[in-house]
């Protein structure tokens, strides 16, 4: 399957194709996979992200599924790549990592049937949603902290072309312990539907990302956490989490908190109950809630 990845290639952005383990420009330059500095593989108008869409995680928050999909929007200045940092910004301490698939839409894309979708897709890539859950009790619903904060929307490290979603496994890795392991045929809506559904009102442009959803156990990461996300046949996305040079101002705005529903959302549903990754590393034990007055 073709890949194509965007990267800075003698200090300008470039669109280069994997060939084994090089990239390669179409003017015949190459450099090393490891040695590339990677940009998104897309530069979209907007991200736009499914609420829940896989069983294990309806299955773990003890609920159950609408009608139909529901969504939020990622602004796209939280755009990140493979390979770069995600700040976790000082006075915050649930950030959470979600891995997921991207859908990168190819063409001008509006008022389509799920049946032609297909042909309004340029690729598929891998994504982080990150979501910064210390502002889960703001934004009335919107979550434009949580999950639009700088730096939390990496997707990468490459497009690849004529991938078939079904099937297919997805992992979340914390400094190499699985997390996250489902598969994409735990999906309610797949990747058809779901660029058909939004298409009903808002034209999708080339470019644009749709974020598909995650598995079961999203966990919060630590700062030095590298966390990588592989999705079969669509590669690894890595990235390393780091505390932000500023804290959160205490002078404006809603606070970061560590609420009942941060907590049951950041620790997975029946956080009362649940062994998770302790704060110090990525062994399994209960984590004694403190609730920020």
């Given at each position: 399957?073709?890949?194509?990845?965007?990267?800075?290639?003698?200090?300008?952005?470039?669109?280069?194709?994997?060939?084994?383990?090089?990239?390669?420009a179409a003017?015949?330059?190459?450099?090393?996979?490891?040695?590339?500095?990677?940009?998104?593989?897309?530069?979209?108008s907007?991200?736009?992200?499914?609420?829940?869409n896989?069983?294990?995680?309806?299955?773990?928050?003890?609920?159950?599924?609408?009608?139909?999909?529901?969504?939020?929007?990622?602004?796209?200045?939280a755009?990140?790549?493979?390979g770069?940092?995600?700040?976790?910004?000082?006075?915050?301490q649930?950030?959470?990592?979600?891995?997921?698939?991207?859908?990168?839409?190819?063409?001008?894309?509006?008022n389509?049937?799920?049946?032609d979708?297909?042909?309004?897709?340029?690729?598929?890539?891998?994504?982080?949603?990150?979501?910064?859950?210390?502002?889960?009790?703001?934004?009335?619903?919107?979550?434009?902290?949580?999950?639009?904060?700088?730096?939390?929307c990496?997707?990468?490290?490459?497009?690849?072309?004529?991938?078939?979603?079904?099937?297919?496994?997805?992992?979340?890795?914390?400094?190499?312990?699985?997390?996250?392991?489902?598969?994409?045929?735990?999906?309610?809506?797949?990747?058809?539907?779901?660029?058909?559904?939004?298409?009903?009102?808002?034209?999708?442009?080339?470019?644009?990302?749709?974020?598909?959803?995650?598995?079961?156990?999203?966990?919060?990461?630590?700062?030095?956490?590298?966390?990588?996300?592989?999705?079969?046949?669509?590669?690894?996305?890595?990235?390393?989490i780091?505390?932000?040079?500023?804290?959160?101002?205490?002078?404006?705005?809603?606070?970061?908190?560590?609420?009942?529903?941060?907590?049951?959302?950041?620790?997975?549903?029946?956080?009362?109950?649940?062994?998770?990754?302790?704060?110090?590393?990525?062994?399994?034990?209960?984590?004694?809630?403190?609730?920020?007055?």
């Open positions: 399957m073709p890949e194509f990845r965007r990267i800075l290639l003698d200090g300008y952005p470039a669109l280069v194709e994997r060939v084994d383990d090089n990239l390669v003017d015949g330059r190459r450099i090393g996979v490891e040695d590339a500095v990677h940009l998104a593989p897309t530069n979209p907007k991200i736009i992200c499914v609420h829940l896989y069983k294990s995680r309806v299955d773990e928050f003890m609920t159950k599924l609408p009608a139909a999909p529901t969504y939020f929007h990622k602004p796209v200045s755009l990140n790549s493979h770069a940092d995600v700040v976790r910004p000082q006075r915050c649930w950030l959470n990592f979600e891995g997921e698939i991207a859908i990168i839409i190819g063409r001008t894309c509006r389509i049937a799920p049946d979708a297909d042909a309004y897709i340029a690729g598929y890539s891998v994504a982080n949603d990150y979501g910064l859950h210390d502002f889960r009790d703001t934004d009335a619903g919107s979550m434009l902290r949580v999950k639009g904060s700088d730096t939390l990496p997707v990468g490290p490459g497009l690849v072309t004529d991938w078939d979603f079904a099937g297919k496994r997805i992992q979340t890795i914390v400094n190499g312990e699985v997390i996250q392991d489902g598969n994409t045929d735990e999906m309610k809506w797949n990747m058809h539907y779901l660029v058909a559904d939004i298409a009903r009102s808002i034209t999708l442009e080339p470019g644009d990302v749709l974020l598909s959803g995650t598995p079961a156990n999203s966990r919060p990461a630590q700062p030095g956490d590298t966390v990588e996300v592989t999705v079969e046949g669509l590669g690894t996305l890595s990235n390393r780091v505390t932000g040079p500023e804290p959160i101002r205490q002078d404006v705005g809603a606070q970061p908190s560590s609420s009942e529903e941060v907590l049951s959302t950041a620790l997975g549903g029946d956080w009362e109950f649940r062994g998770i990754r302790s704060p110090q590393g990525p062994g399994a034990k209960h984590y004694e809630s403190t609730v920020d007055e």
